[in-house]
């Protein structure tokens, strides 16, 4: 049986752990028509959370009922890209036609025989450029009491065209008061979602549901590789599922990584009905890997050199650390240091545990800083250095 774990971006997991209520509630917009709470939302959380594959699931349930349904990515000109998926499968139209003709004539000298086999002449329909007019004439091509449209928005944040986002916006009101029967959802980390419903233009936004997916209980992810496992033939004893859950922290892409590497290093043992102790601590290890790489690399890298910086003196601790050690090894001044622990724990990267102590949120950031703690060290040394050593 192949691998059935999915640890790619977006990829859909064999079961969404944790996500049951989101999935209802969704499916309840649907069947309570235009406006009902659901149908207009914010879907947030930590990098990955699994907000894509959230986005995925609902857009299912709404292809199941045989909606347009539309997925695009907050940045560049996605305004023009929604329209033109919007546009797509819009039918040829016939313009202009002649009839088949026959003349019969006598074949005596001077007398033609002549037939003609008529013509048509196609258009096709270019369409509307005006998202609400463009949405509205799908709609009006549907069985409106039971078919809709929903369009979803990825990745909203900071490289999001405000413009667009603006336009996008203002036609998505009108359209809702005038109880057309679409849906939209937005994702994003939750720190960017707020930028954007702050803007002064976007203030309707602010009556969107907000959804903001959380780690998943161990519980619930012990009982995910039990079933997910024995669906694929693959027994494991209960210290090894325990191990399994334990491992990911009940963080969503984690638990594909881990589910991943461990099937296929039972594969590679040659366990074709079992899961060993050996595959899982193997596995567990190769996806602490790969989340380093495919997750905390980037996260890291995405930061200023002083929020590095904070993450880099907390990574010397062991467990939670105390925010004025943590001032101190930046040789900073607590209030400067503050404020880079607001904007991190604002960026789901830490969080408050106690009265003056942060601690990691995301999973085996302080592990992979620790190991990569001279390798930040040694690129802070050269900027401030204006580029290079000597």
């Not at 004539?105 to 463009?134: V, W, Y």
């Not at 939209?184 to 954007?196: C, E, L, S, T």
């Not at 789901?348 to 950031?365: E, R, S």
């Amino acid at each position: 049986m192949p691998n059935p774990f999915k640890p790619t971006a977006g990829s859909e997991p064999p079961v969404l752990v944790g996500r049951k209520q989101y999935i209802e509630d969704f499916q309840f917009a649907i069947d309570d028509g235009s406006g009902a709470p659901g149908r207009l939302s914010f879907i947030t959380g930590a990098r990955g959370v699994g907000k894509t594959v959230m986005l995925n699931a609902l857009s299912d349930i709404a292809r199941n009922l045989q909606w347009k349904v539309v997925n695009a990515t907050a940045a560049g000109d996605f305004l023009q890209e929604i329209i033109k998926l919007l546009h797509t499968g819009q039918k040829t139209h016939i313009t202009s036609y002649t009839l088949p003709s026959v003349a019969i004539e006598s074949s005596l000298p001077g007398m033609k025989a002549n037939i003609g086999l008529g013509g048509m002449q196609f258009e096709h329909s270019q369409g509307s450029t005006d998202l609400r007019q463009t949405i509205g004439h799908v709609l009006d091509s549907m069985d409106e009491s039971r078919q809709g449209v929903l369009i979803t928005l990825d990745e909203v944040g900071e490289g999001t065209p405000l413009p667009q986002l603006r336009s996008f916006a203002t036609a998505i009101q009108h359209l809702i008061e005038e109880k057309r029967n679409i849906a939209v959802i937005f994702a994003g980390v939750p720190h960017m979602v707020d930028d954007v419903v702050n803007d002064s233009v976007l203030t309707f936004l602010r009556r969107a549901e907000r959804y903001q997916l959380q780690d998943v209980p161990i519980e619930d992810v012990w009982e995910a590789f039990e079933k997910t496992l024995s669906a694929g033939g693959k027994n494991a004893s209960y210290d090894v599922l325990n191990k399994l859950a334990r491992a990911t922290h009940g963080y969503p892409f984690m638990i594909q990584l881990v589910g991943y590497w461990t099937w296929r290093q039972s594969v590679v043992n040659g366990h074709d009905d079992f899961i060993s102790l050996e595959d899982c601590e193997s596995g567990i290890a190769k996806a602490k890997d790969k989340l380093g790489n495919l997750v905390n690399a980037p996260a890291v890298a995405h930061l200023s050199a002083i929020a590095r910086d904070y993450l880099l003196a907390m990574a010397m601790d062991e467990g939670p650390s105390n925010t004025g050690d943590i001032a101190k090894r930046l040789g900073k001044s607590p209030q400067y240091a503050n404020v880079y622990r607001n904007r991190l724990i604002r960026e789901d990267y830490i969080i408050a545990t106690d009265y003056g102590k942060v601690d990691f949120k995301m999973p085996y950031l302080r592990e992979f800083l620790q190991s990569h703690a001279a390798m930040y060290q040694m690129s802070r040394n050269i900027e401030d250095s204006g580029g290079f050593l000597g």
